[in-house]
Nanobody, 115 residues
Framework: QVQLVESGGGLVQAGGSLRLSCAASGRSISSYTMGWFRRAPGKEREFVAGIRRNGDGIYADSVKGRFTIPRDNAKNTVYLQMNSLKPEDTAVYYC?????????WGQGTQVTVSS
C-alpha cells in the first residue's frame, strides 16, 4: 500500500508561484506514473499534469508552459511547480499514482489564487 501526502498549497496573488509536494510512503514510486489533478468549486475533477516512469511529462492545455511536474526518486516525492498562476487555477489539488493507472490518491491541498 502507498500513502500520498500533498503539501505546499496556500493563498497566492495572480502571477505568483507555488510548488506543491507529494510525498509517498509505503513503497517506492519510482516506477509509477504519477499525476496531479484538481477540483475547482462546482466543477468536476480534471487532469493537470502527469509524469511517466521515463520522466516524460504530460500537461493539460490550460497549464502548458506554466506548470511542470518534476520528480525526485531519492526522496520518493513528486512536485507540481506552478508559475504565472491565474485565479482560474484556484482548486483543491490532488496527487495520484500507481503501477497501472492512478491507484493511489492523496487527500488534497487547497490552492487559492487572488486577482
Amino acid at each position: 500500500q502507498v500513502q500520498l501526502v500533498e503539501s505546499g498549497g496556500g493563498l497566492v496573488q495572480a502571477g505568483g508561484s507555488l510548488r506543491l509536494s507529494c510525498a509517498a510512503s509505503g513503497r517506492s514510486i519510482s516506477s509509477y506514473t504519477m499525476g496531479w489533478f484538481r477540483r475547482a468549486p462546482g466543477k468536476e475533477r480534471e487532469f493537470v499534469a502527469g509524469i511517466r516512469r521515463n520522466g516524460d511529462g504530460i500537461y493539460a492545455d490550460s497549464v502548458k508552459g506554466r506548470f511542470t511536474i518534476p520528480r525526485d526518486n531519492a526522496k520518493n516525492t513528486v512536485y507540481l511547480q506552478m508559475n504565472s498562476l491565474k485565479p482560474e487555477d484556484t482548486a483543491v489539488y490532488y496527487c495520484a499514482g500507481g503501477p497501472v493507472g492512478y491507484n493511489y490518491w492523496g487527500q488534497g491541498t487547497q490552492v487559492t489564487v487572488s486577482s
